[in-house]
């Protein structure tokens, strides 16, 4: 699933053990939709259905 929303929508989704903060802790039960456009990410990812019919 990952391989192909990466591919087919430029979505790449990766476990929150990846991403580590100074600033805060992090859990490693959730997942991040990026900084510079969270929105854009979310939108991307809940179209990718749609896409693929």
Known sequence: ???DLVQER???LLP???VRSE???TSADRFHLGRRSPQEGLARWAAWPE???
Request: glycine share 14%.
């Open 10 to 12: 430029g979505v790449l």
């Open 1 to 3: 699933m990952c391989v």
């Open 51 to 53: 896409v693929r019919g």
């Open 16 to 18: 929150a053990s990846t």
């Open 23 to 25: 600033l805060t802790p």
